[in-house]
């Protein structure tokens, strides 16, 4: 009698774990919406790999926050949309998203790893939205 419940148990005890993986990328997602750069870097491993547009470099968790800092003072940030979000049951998470702006659409792909107790953003890409 005891085992016919044992599944459901397991599966609720789960739960939290899985969704707040999810919780780690749509925050991420709602900071960026917001240009919310200073709570952001709070969630940046101490390097961390920014791309925008051709762009490429591996910065330290503040000079990554002047770099997107000068992305949202040039597009300003009007909303956010999910693309894609996969979270691997491994160390993994991962996220793209379309930044609206006013200077147009971005594609916005985030990749977390967890560290411990916590989950760190390790690589931040915005590109141009190509697809229409």
């Known amino acids: 009698m005891k085992l016919k419940y044992l599944p459901s148990l397991v599966l609720l005890l ?59 003072a040039k597009n300003k940030p009007q909303g956010i949309k999910l693309l894609h979000k996969v979270n691997s049951g491994g160390n993994y998470h991962f996220g793209v998203y379309i930044l609206n702006t006013d200077k147009g659409e971005f594609r916005v792909a985030i990749t977390l790893k967890d560290a411990g107790k916590s989950t760190n953003v390790v690589e931040l890409k915005i590109e141009d939205e190509k697809v229409k």
């Open 14 to 72: 789960l739960i939290p774990y899985a969704s707040s993986y999810a919780d780690v990328i749509d925050n991420v997602a709602n900071l960026l919406k917001a240009g919310n750069t200073k709570e952001l870097s709070r969630l940046f491993a101490n390097n961390v790999e920014i791309t925008i547009m051709e762009d490429e470099n591996v910065y330290s968790q503040t000079q990554a926050a002047v770099i997107l800092d000068k992305f949202f």
